[in-house]
């Protein structure tokens, strides 16, 4: 008849069976930790290879926006090349403006729904478009004859990015302050909203944020015509009756 193990022996078994177990349970740990470290890894690149389809993806969708707008002002200029002379034409409008957030080139925010109780003059343009670049100085002129009244004036530009403006207002204006408000709109959300679809076009706005005109294409700012009409207007009469 065998005998029984020392206690000893049973002992040792015991601790043997435990270290087991322990270094199982290490190899697990191991291989979770290694587990998820992959998976971040993975995780990690794949974000990254989002980000870069989504800015490729918003590339093609601009450059695709521009070449749009190309092509329309080259059938607007015709073969002269230069932009047709400006009239002045107030399409009225009456319906609320979608409100919207830009930043100015301080990184500043403009709300447009802050500005209820004055006057807004929203323009829309960028800096390759030929009857944009025309109507600045005529816009130069408006906000310094419009200085002082109850009138914000805004120009939102669709280019991708602030290197384009500060090369362009650099070139125009010598590095002087601008004379009106410029926001930088890259996806140009808030000018589709509005409906904005040939470029420039502006719009203005009553004190209670309702569209009241609609500009399509250059206009005569410093023209008998606007000057009478911006004139009654900021005098309170309703130009969606008037209508110019």
Same mark, same amino acid.
Request: with cysteine; hydrophobic share 40%; charged share 25%.
């Given at each position: 008849m065998s005998a029984a193990p020392p206690a000893r022996f049973m002992l040792e078994e015991g601790s043997q069976e435990k270290e087991s177990v322990k270094r199982w349970f290490a190899l697990a740990a191991l291989l979770l930790l290694a587990g998820l470290a992959a998976w971040k890894v993975w995780d990690n690149a794949r974000l990254e290879q989002l980000i870069?389809?989504?800015?490729?993806?918003? /590339?093609? @969708? =601009?450059?695709?926006? #521009?070449?749009?707008?190309?092509s329309q002002l080259q059938t607007q200029l015709g073969k002269s090349g230069a932009p047709q002379p400006a009239g002045f034409k107030p399409n009225p409008e009456n319906r609320p403006a979608p409100d919207?957030?830009? /930043?100015? @080139? =301080?990184?500043?925010? #403009?709300?447009?729904?802050?500005?209820r109780?004055?006057?807004?003059?929203?323009?829309?343009?960028?800096?390759?478009?030929p009857p944009c670049e025309a109507e600045m100085p005529e816009l130069f002129k408006l906000a310094g004859r419009l200085s002082g009244r109850n009138i914000e004036l805004v120009a939102v530009s669709v280019d991708g990015d602030?290197?384009?403006?500060?090369?362009?207002?650099?070139s125009k204006t010598g590095g002087k302050?601008?004379?009106?408000?410029?926001?930088?709109?890259?996806?140009?959300?808030?000018?589709?909203?509005?409906?904005?679809?040939?470029?420039?076009?502006s719009w203005v706005i009553d004190p209670e944020g309702r569209i009241v005109a609609r500009f399509v294409n250059r206009q005569d700012w410093d023209g008998p015509a606007a000057r009478n009409w911006f004139a009654r207007m900021l005098g309170g009469r309703d130009e969606r009756k008037q209508g110019g």
């Open positions: 870069e389809e989504t800015q490729r993806t918003r /590339s093609n @969708r =601009q450059a695709q926006f #521009f070449q749009n707008q190309i919207f957030d830009l /930043s100015d @080139r =301080q990184g500043a925010r #403009f709300s447009l729904r802050d500005q109780g004055k006057w807004v003059f929203l323009h829309f343009w960028f800096a390759a478009c602030w290197t384009v403006m500060d090369d362009f207002w650099k302050v601008l004379p009106f408000r410029h926001l930088l709109d890259p996806e140009a959300r808030v000018s589709s909203g509005f409906g904005t679809t040939k470029f420039p076009e």
